[in-house]
């Protein structure tokens, strides 16, 4: 292991690497369940998808420990595979052989822009404080994430201010509602939200206190504290609910899809719809290249694993994940999953101490297991896994030092680009709402020189993005 990943040139070791490939994993194992859910909707084998999903994750998470060697796990992207249901297939129109024909198509455009070292031009021309702000913006959306799945949120909606996509009384609808909803805090008479406070205690604890492999070791006790509160129930552990042999089969509907007649095939046969397949392959791609972007600066930089400035060994490290990135997206695509990408969820085990490709390599070896384990895998809640995402956010927020609050033309962009992630849910489009935001104020100080030529030609991408969105 030490000739594999130098672990000792890193400043880790294998109990280390392992705890943090464990907490990285329980981070972010809820897509197995969660990704055929919202996938199968659109006609789609569930079985099938959750096979492609382990598949997706295991290729792109490879890639990061074997020829990367970086502590990142990949999977299909939660956003990108609502997009792909509710957008593509639902609203537009297209099939989910197309749309996974899209996804493929994702994939070589970053081969193309990755093998042009356009995409590592991109990251060296983003401005030291927008990175600061969108390392911090990170830790905004992972604590966010955690407060969400903790259960200490909930939304009011007026009445009529929403729209639902999808079947309401068979449950499958997607609610999208306007401004009116109105976030607010629980009523802590809920076991489950109980059991996270427990679970954020316990994690509290445990990281001030320095405690090595604290991390896991909550979210073990959590677990353990839950199924005496009967939060987990083991006695509803089924092992006929993802048959191995059910999941090969429906496999087979999906492999290649992508690449066949009904996907690739017809992608393009009718000229009138050409403009809106490029505007949406546009959408997919800019979300897949910001969140892998956005996730690698502000996980990687402050802890020295990623460089995004000069010729490096860390910046030698920034390509390898680059290109990890888009054989994930790929292999995944022709596997019959949405888009996979680099989880933010990475950034607990990195919090855990992961320093080395030997905890990607941990993450895929558990997503291989889980296929025939599953049932054993969702036996963690999402209340034991929450509290880690909240700290780890908090821990990612002290980048906003960086930013000089009292230079407006600074102030601005990095509070854009750093709260819109969470609040818009997105990591591309916080970044999206930084770069604008910046321009203009450079803009408005006269200074427009300033802006490097691909900020203003990424400006430009995501106001199509938006207005695509909008008229599609």
């Avoid at 390392?135 to 009529?160: C, E, H, M, R």
């Avoid at 601005?412 to 770069?435: C, E, L, Q, R």
Wanted: hydrophobic share 50%.
């Amino acid at each position: 292991m030490e000739k594999l990943f130098k672990l000792k040139e890193h400043g880790t070791d294998v109990r280390t690497e392992i705890m943090a490939g464990l907490t990285t994993f329980f981070a972010m194992s809820y897509i197995l369940f969660v990704n055929p859910a919202i996938l199968s909707q659109t006609g789609m084998p569930a079985q099938g998808v959750f096979l492609a999903t382990i598949i997706g994750a295991i290729a792109g998470t490879l890639m990061m420990a074997l020829y990367a060697n970086l502590p990142y796990a990949q999977a299909p992207g939660m956003g990108l595979n609502a997009f792909f249901t509710y957008t593509v297939v639902f609203s537009l129109g297209y099939s989910w052989q197309q749309g996974l024909a899209m996804v493929f198509l994702c994939g070589v455009i970053s081969l193309i822009i990755t093998l042009t070292k356009v995409r590592k031009m991109i990251i060296e021309s983003i401005p030291a404080s927008l990175k600061s702000a969108i390392s911090a913006g990170i830790g905004v959306f992972l604590a966010y994430v955690g407060i969400k799945n903790a259960g200490f949120i909930q939304f009011a909606i007026d009445p009529g201010k929403y729209t639902a996509t999808g079947s309401l009384k068979g449950a499958k609808a997607s609610i999208t509602a306007n401004s009116a909803a109105t976030p607010s805090l629980v009523h802590f008479d809920n076991p489950a939200v109980i059991l996270a406070l427990i679970g954020l205690a316990i994690t509290i604890i445990f990281i001030v206190k320095g405690m090595k492999g604290g991390v896991i070791i909550s979210i073990a006790l959590t677990t353990i504290v839950g199924i005496f509160m009967g939060v987990v129930n083991l006695g509803s552990i089924s092992w006929e609910t993802t048959n191995l042999g059910a999941s090969f089969h429906d496999f087979k509907t999906l492999f290649g899809a992508a690449l066949g007649s009904q996907g690739l095939g017809s992608l393009f046969s009718e000229p009138a719809k050409i403009p809106g397949v490029l505007m949406t392959i546009l959408a997919f791609s800019l979300t897949d290249i910001f969140d892998t972007i956005g996730t690698l600066i502000g996980t990687g930089e402050k802890v020295g694993i990623i460089a995004t400035t000069g010729e490096t060994h860390e910046s030698a490290g920034l390509d390898k994940a680059l290109y990890s990135d888009l054989i994930g997206t790929s292999v995944g695509a022709i596997a019959g999953t949405s888009n996979v990408t680099t989880y933010v969820e990475s950034a607990a085990g990195i919090g855990a101490g992961g320093r080395t490709g030997m905890t990607a390599l941990v993450v895929a070896v558990l997503f291989a297991i889980s296929s025939v384990f599953s049932p054993l895998v969702s036996i963690v809640p999402t209340q034991a896994t929450a509290p880690v995402l909240i700290i780890v956010g908090i821990m990612m927020l002290s980048n906003l030092k960086n930013v000089n609050w009292e230079d407006l033309s600074e102030a601005v962009p990095a509070f854009f680009t750093s709260v819109f992630m969470g609040f818009a849910y997105s990591i591309t489009y916080g970044i999206a709402a930084g770069f604008i935001t910046y321009t203009l104020v450079k803009v408005i100080k006269g200074q427009a020189k300033d802006v490097h030529l691909i900020l203003w030609i990424l400006d430009l991408l995501f106001i199509l993005d938006f207005i695509s969105l909008a008229i599609l």
